[in-house]
């Protein structure tokens, strides 16, 4: 899922360039109506372009680039979800330009009703008929509190005299200073939401470290899937006990383990006990393999994991001697 980083890197470089001259056309528009608007409209735009840009690449980056170690995420984003999500902030960068190019204030209010409006149902809506998104729902619940926000600011435009109105002569009269807090306002609480959501991603509990090292030991050995430590590793994994007992890194393990397929072509592994605690896992596992003179074979392993970032950072081993092993069946 690597080759998605690039993509979402590029989109949203390339929208966040794009509604930067939207912005600077929005400030320097003298026309605009009334032109005491002109920095409070602009101070909201930043605001809500900061939210969606920061908001559709941190979803995109946990559901699609952090997750490639996963391969049922794989396939999932496959089948539609990515191009969903281009396709969003496409939409939304498109809707951010036209709301730079207000002529009016009521204008550039109806845009981002338009916008708040349809980031509430397509988020909430793509949660109801997709699968994986739910905790992203919150994103839903802030458009609709954005679009309320805005609808209620609006109203006050001569229905209600009591309510303090747009076009006073003061150019900071009190609705567009409830617009501009409520804006930034949003914003955090949103930014503090994607934090959340990203320390929650990017840090496991112990229940799913175990299951990691679960996983990893079944497709790295079981599975016969030495490609997987790419994945499953930090960039700067580092085994302290490789191959004859030298530290080593990804390509000396994934290095090792293919060598094992050829010498141990029926080689099963399994977990016999497992604690976590912390940022570390540790397991005592039996290996069994069938040697060249049909004998059965197998040792003991005593591996410690120590997890960074949702991924293994660091390996210690503990491994017996290999001896003629007990009956039993490869399954």
Excluded at 30 to 49: K, T, Y
Excluded at 165 to 178: E, T, Y
Excluded at 238 to 266: A, F, I, N, R, S
Aim: hydrophobic share 45%.
């Amino acid at each position: 899922m690597k080759r998605y980083e690039q993509s979402i890197r590029a989109i949203t470089a390339f929208f966040a360039v794009l509604l930067g001259f939207g912005l600077k056309r929005l400030l320097d528009a003298e026309a605009f109506d009334p032109p005491n608007a002109r920095w409070p409209c602009f101070l909201m735009s930043v605001f809500l372009f900061l939210r969606f840009l920061l908001g559709s690449n941190n979803h995109m980056w946990v559901e699609f680039v952090y997750p490639d170690r996963d391969e049922k995420n794989v396939r999932e984003a496959n089948s539609g979800r990515v191009l969903n999500d281009f396709l969003f902030l496409v939409v939304f960068g498109l809707i951010g330009m036209a709301i730079c190019y207000s002529a009016t204030l009521y204008a550039f209010l109806i845009r981002n009703l338009v916008l708040t409006g349809l980031g509430f149902f397509w988020v909430v809506g793509y949660a109801l008929i997709g699968k994986g998104k739910g905790k992203w729902i919150y994103w839903g619940w802030v458009n609709s509190a954005q679009f309320l926000l805005v609808l209620i600011c609006l109203r006050p435009l001569g229905r209600f005299p009591w309510w303090p109105s747009f076009f006073p002569d003061a150019a900071w009269d009190w609705s567009l200073v409830i617009l501009v807090l409520g804006y930034v306002g949003i914003f955090v609480w949103d930014f503090l939401m994607q934090l959340k959501l990203l320390r929650k991603a990017t840090n496991l509990t112990l229940d799913e470290m175990k299951r990691f090292v679960k996983d990893h030991f079944e497709n790295f050995v079981n599975n016969r899937k030495a490609e997987v430590i790419r994945n499953n590793m930090t960039s700067d994994f580092y085994d302290h006990d490789g191959p004859d007992g030298k530290p080593t890194g990804v390509e000396g393990d994934e290095q090792m383990m293919k060598g094992m397929y050829k010498l141990m072509p029926d080689l099963r592994m399994t977990i016999e006990d497992m604690v976590a605690e912390g940022d570390k896992v540790v397991c005592r596992n039996i290996w069994r393999w069938t040697d060249a003179s049909g004998e059965k074979m197998q040792f003991h392993g005593f591996v410690l994991w120590r997890f960074e970032r949702g991924k293994i950072a660091e390996r210690w081993a503990t491994l017996t001697p290999p001896a003629e092993g007990t009956a039993w069946t490869p399954t």
